[in-house]
Structure formats: structure tokens, C-alpha cells
């Protein structure tokens, strides 16, 4: 079973920094993928046949003092997510309902001289 685990490591301002932390994701035993990624750089994306995270973690929070296990999640194969995609695709249909009126109008007769009066 492939796992995708993300882990945040907020010390990872340098290449030297980055390339550390990949060589640690690297000796885990059965990683075969490692990414950097996020919005400043700071996510560390490991790709893995029965990957511990928690050592995982364990082992970058010795060398960078903080690491947080992010997720873990089950990787798919390209061919079986474009399979369940247009599966899905399939699935969805847009209806259009017809617009309707719900008030009816009618006209309000009016009289300009009333002949009776509450008062």
C-alpha cells in the first residue's frame, strides 16, 4: 500500500536546510519518493511503501526541533483516479427547471369617491 505523508518543517529557510531533511526522508525504510512543497517551502511530501510517519517525524524533529505530521493518505494510481473521475463526470447531470410565476396579479379596483366613511 503507497502512502502520501506530508509533514511541515518550520526550519527549512536554506537549501543546505531542505537538502538535510530530504536525506533524512530518504533513509526511511521504504520511501521512494521525496517532495518539497507548500506555499513558503516548508512541506516536506514523502511517497512510500508502508512508511513509518511517526519515526519519520520523530527523526526530523531531532535535527530541525519542529516537525508536524500533516497528513498521511493513501496513494492511488494515475489510471484508477482518471477512471474514478470520469466516473464522476458521468454521474453529474445538470437540470434546468422551468421558471414560474408563483404570485398572480390581480387589479385593485379603486374609487375616487368613496361613500362611506369610519369616522
Not at 503507497?2 to 526511511?28: F, Y
Not at 498521511?72 to 483516479?81: D, G, H, I, L, Y
Not at 474514478?84 to 453529474?92: F, M
Not at 396579479?105 to 369610519?118: A, L, R, W
Request: charged share 35%; proline share 4%.
Amino acid at each position: 500500500m503507497k502512502q502520501k505523508i506530508v509533514i511541515n518543517v518550520v526550519k527549512m529557510n536554506c537549501e543546505k536546510c531542505k537538502s538535510k531533511a530530504m536525506k533524512i526522508a530518504v533513509k526511511a525504510k521504504g520511501v521512494t519518493k521525496v517532495e518539497i512543497q507548500g506555499e513558503h517551502k516548508d512541506q516536506l511530501v514523502v511517497i512510500g511503501d508502508e512508511v513509518d510517519s511517526v519515526k519519520l517525524t520523530r527523526s526530523l524533529r531531532k535535527e530541525f526541533q519542529y516537525a508536524n505530521l500533516l497528513s498521511v493518505q493513501e496513494e492511488k494510481e494515475k489510471k484508477e483516479e482518471k477512471k474514478e473521475e470520469k466516473k464522476e463526470e458521468e454521474k453529474i447531470t445538470l437540470m434546468q427547471w422551468p421558471t414560474m410565476s408563483y404570485y398572480q396579479q390581480y387589479p385593485i379596483p379603486c374609487d375616487p369617491n368613496p361613500s362611506c366613511s369610519i369616522m
